[in-house]
């Protein structure tokens, strides 16, 4: 990988539908935000950044104390995902990254070839972002630092990077394994996906909040 990267997690969310510290709980042999940090550094070691609250998850203290990420406190995580995104832009900017990969601390599937897809796909004027089912531009996402101006006034509550993209004609979406697109919301997405891990890819459909709905 040629250009600056700058790999940012996004782990200050309140989990309120999980009722519990999510990113802590153990999902195959690791805590779920652990399986999000592994995927990055497989991919690129040099600039990873988790984006936490006034909570920090446990995850994200043992990768800072490992050396392997920096956290940037979001004071304001409870207003929503968009304030975590601006702290990563904000701290992009200044290490003179060329380009910023979003990634959410609760979707363990994503994999290191996804990521390395994102991020070579995005340029000039052109953000990339995961495929959906149904069509639709989300997470993971990578923009370029000439985005980031533009992207800012729209980013509000937990619309995240939603709005922005839907208001783009230009946007790469990439197509990648539906799988990985799930995310864990809640208890019962935690039970399923450890006791019948093969749903994943056997669902089809629209995706809504990051689950696969047939």
Do not use: W
């Amino acid at each position: 990988m040629s250009d600056r990267l700058c790999i940012a997690i996004m782990a200050a969310g309140m989990a309120r539908r999980f009722e519990g510290p999510k990113l802590d709980v153990e999902f195959s042999s690791k805590r779920l935000g652990r399986h999000a940090v592994d995927a990055a550094l497989e991919f690129d070691t040099r600039n990873l950044v988790i984006v936490v609250g006034d909570a920090c998850p446990k995850f994200a203290k043992e990768a800072e104390a490992e050396g392997i990420a920096k956290l940037l406190g979001n004071p304001e995580a409870r207003l929503g995902l968009s304030g975590s995104i601006a702290v990563a832009m904000r701290h992009a900017v200044e290490i003179n990254c060329e380009k910023l990969l979003l990634m959410l601390g609760d979707m363990p599937f994503v994999t290191s070839a996804t990521l390395r897809l994102l991020a070579d796909a995005a340029t000039v004027g052109c953000p990339s972002a995961a495929k959906y089912p149904d069509g639709k531009a989300g997470i993971p996402v990578c923009l370029t630092v000439d985005q980031f101006a533009e992207m800012l006034p729209l980013l509000q509550g937990d619309r995240g990077v939603g709005s922005y993209l839907s208001a783009r004609a230009q946007c790469l979406r990439v197509d990648v394994p539906v799988h990985e697109l799930n995310d864990i919301d809640t208890r019962m997405d935690l039970a399923a996906s450890k006791v019948t891990p093969s749903f994943r890819s056997e669902q089809s459909g629209t995706v809504q909040h990051g689950k696969i709905r047939s």
